[in-house]
């Protein structure tokens, strides 16, 4: 099966969408390139700012939908399950495929996609587009199932190793894993063809996936869940990525583009995606390590354990995927532009201050919030069905740990991506595997005395040492924030005064008037926050967003003059 477009088709489409640029392929037959007059350039140059707004709307809506079902998602969990020995084995056996196929499929969004938008414009004498896809996809597959072939084949030995505390709950988490196990081999497969239509900027498709997986996980959850238990909700993981699969298939299908069998590795790009991904998928493995560090640990706890730390942290976590990510993913995106054609000006540390700043400015009105609110949070969220007190309590208690660690998590964060802004994988890498030896190290010491209150706060320190690596690396490649800047601080510090007055009026407003339990407590939260939001936006668009939005702007003047 070779590609229905040949390089030069796939090059001219693709690179007339980055650049701004008409094709600039040579041609074979007439010997010239082919450029666009000066007229037209003007004009394509306008259509790709708009295209850059559209695609970073596509991605931030279908990221928030995406997020906002997921956590439908864990509310179902709850409510079905609750802090169970279920709950504990589904969580356990699911890290595994979901750790080890995220990491091979990571390596496409970080390698595959800079890999064709810097080199897809050029006929490469040694080969086609087509045929690097095609051994990228054949040596995919080969892995994935060799993978899948040794875990199914070994699945027993393999939850000894990771849950060396289960007993009752071996046997069941032994039919989960295995039977979730052939879903990553689709998992993979998207993750590669959906960084084929990202650098096609079919992002669109790419926004719809984690949407449509989502989607179906809970659907199949309320029908195959009441039917089967916890088993079928595995069998639901299994059906939301086939699904997906066939969906990306059939999205590739519509870009012309056709996958064949070659299992050879005779593309230099090929070798070279092979040589850039073993630093990228280490990279993964360490993102994955901490939660599954965390895991093996808690698998020695009494059961319900591993949930009640799984709740806390994505109710935690909320923050960051409904609002960081969205406000400043675009920042990344700049910053590394702004290093790939200028390097290390003024502009880019500008850019690196705005990035801190408006991580804080996000990151600390969610702090206060979830301090306050955490226990009724919890009830709102979770405690429903089987989800009941004695959990919700527990559950609030490790939300209290994974939030006072939130802003340092916040800023390795914000690090990592300034660092890969500037292709320093290696410090990226660095600061990440002393995180995670940190945490193994925490885990070790504090499981005993401290149960899991002691693996939340071991996560945190270790989130503090990566940091600490990150500030290293930076100030040695003489990338600082800049100078302290007075007037943001004291704009920035009097709004957070103000949003911690609102929400904790508003919460002592609640508990006054009996609004603890439903639609009442849901309203009292719903008022703190817009009357805190209300008084804390105007920082917000003094302190962050709207001279992130002139310094976004800037580089895009200059690439059209550059064009």
């Known amino acids: 099966?070779?590609?229905?477009?040949?390089?030069?088709?796939?090059?001219?489409?693709?690179?007339?969408?980055?650049?701004?640029?008409?094709?600039?392929?040579?041609?074979?037959?007439?010997?010239?390139?082919?450029?666009?007059?000066?007229?037209?350039?003007?004009?394509?140059?306008?259509?790709?700012?708009?295209?850059?707004?559209?695609?970073?709307?596509?991605?931030?809506?279908?990221?928030?939908?995406?997020?906002?079902?997921?956590?439908?998602?864990?509310?179902?969990?709850?409510?079905?399950?609750?802090?169970?020995?279920?709950?504990d084995s589904w969580l356990m056996a699911s890290v595994i495929p979901t750790a080890m196929f995220e990491i091979i499929g990571g390596g496409f969004a970080m390698v595959l996609v800079p890999m064709l938008a810097g080199r897809i414009d050029s006929d490469a004498a040694d080969g086609s587009v087509h045929l690097f896809l095609d051994e990228i996809f054949t040596w995919t597959v080969v892995v994935s199932l060799l993978l899948t072939a040794l875990l199914e084949m070994f699945t027993p030995q393999v939850v000894h190793v990771i849950a060396p505390g289960f007993q009752e709950r071996f046997p069941l988490t032994v039919v989960l894993l295995r039977i979730i196990l052939p879903a990553g081999l689709a998992f993979a497969l998207g993750n590669f063809i959906n960084a084929i239509l990202q650098a096609n900027r079919v992002y669109h498709t790419v926004a719809a996936t984690p949407i449509i997986i989502n989607v179906i996980r809970i659907a199949t959850m309320v029908t195959f869940g009441v039917w089967w238990h916890i088993v079928g909700v595995a069998l639901g993981f299994v059906l939301a990525n086939a699904v997906q699969l066939v969906y990306l298939t059939a999205a590739l299908a519509r870009q012309r583009i056709r996958l064949h069998w070659r299992l050879t590795v005779r593309h230099a790009w090929t070798r070279e995606y092979l040589s850039k991904a073993g630093p990228t998928f280490l990279s993964h493995s360490v993102r994955f390590g901490s939660t599954f560090v965390d895991r093996v640990f808690a698998s020695t706890l009494v059961a319900g354990r591993i949930a009640a730390i799984n709740f806390a942290q994505v109710l935690a976590q909320m923050p960051l995927t409904l609002a960081l990510n969205p406000v400043v993913t675009p920042l990344f995106s700049d910053l590394a532009q702004q290093f790939n054609h200028h390097g290390r000006n003024r502009e880019f540390h500008e850019l690196v201050q705005r990035i801190y700043e408006?991580?804080?400015?996000?990151?600390?009105?969610?702090?206060?919030?979830?301090?306050?609110?955490?226990?009724?949070?919890?009830?709102?969220?979770?405690?429903?069905?089987?989800?009941?007190?004695?959990?919700?309590?527990?559950?609030?208690?490790?939300?209290?740990?994974?939030?006072?660690?939130?802003?340092?998590?916040?800023?390795g964060i914000a690090g990592s991506r300034i660092l890969l802004a500037q292709h320093q994988v290696r410090g990226a890498t660095t600061a990440a595997l002393g995180a995670m030896a940190c945490n193994i190290i925490g885990d070790y010491l504090l499981i005993r005395p401290m149960g899991s209150t002691g693996l939340v706060i071991a996560?945190?320190?270790?989130?503090?040492?990566?940091?600490?690596?990150?500030?290293?690396?930076?100030?040695?490649?003489?990338?600082?924030?800049?100078?302290?800047?007075?007037?943001?601080?004291?704009?920035?510090?009097?709004?957070?005064?103000?949003?911690?007055?609102?929400?904790?009026?508003?919460?002592?407003?609640?508990?006054?008037?009996?609004?603890?339990?439903?639609?009442?407590?849901?309203?009292?939260?719903?008022?703190?926050?817009?009357?805190?939001?209300?008084?804390?936006?105007?920082?917000?668009?003094?302190?962050?967003?709207?001279?992130?939005?002139?310094?976004?702007?800037?580089?895009?003047?200059?690439?059209?003059?550059?064009?």
């Open 459 to 563: 996560t945190g320190i270790a989130a503090v040492v990566r940091v600490l690596i990150q500030m290293v690396w930076l100030l040695c490649l003489r990338t600082s924030p800049g100078p302290i800047r007075a007037r943001f601080w004291l704009r920035w510090g009097a709004g957070m005064v103000i949003f911690s007055a609102f929400m904790e009026g508003g919460y002592q407003a609640a508990i006054g008037l009996g609004w603890d339990t439903g639609i009442w407590l849901a309203a009292a939260m719903g008022l703190s926050v817009a009357a805190a939001l209300a008084a804390y936006g105007p920082v917000l668009i003094r302190t962050g967003v709207v001279s992130a939005a002139r310094i976004m702007r800037g580089p895009f003047k200059r690439l059209g003059a550059r064009s």
């Open 358 to 411: 408006m991580s804080l400015v996000v990151a600390a009105p969610a702090v206060v919030g979830l301090l306050l609110w955490r226990m009724p949070l919890v009830v709102l969220l979770y405690q429903h069905g089987q989800f009941n007190r004695a959990a919700s309590i527990l559950t609030a208690h490790l939300v209290l740990y994974w939030v006072l660690g939130l802003p340092i998590e916040v800023l």
């Open 1 to 87: 099966m070779g590609a229905a477009l040949g390089s030069k088709q796939i090059a001219n489409r693709y690179f007339s969408r980055v650049s701004g640029h008409g094709p600039v392929i040579q041609s074979a037959s007439k010997g010239r390139a082919l450029i666009p007059s000066e007229s037209e350039g003007s004009v394509q140059n306008s259509s790709r700012q708009a295209t850059f707004l559209t695609s970073a709307a596509l991605l931030s809506v279908g990221g928030f939908l995406s997020k906002v079902l997921g956590i439908v998602r864990q509310w179902l969990m709850a409510a079905m399950f609750g802090a169970s020995a279920a709950t």
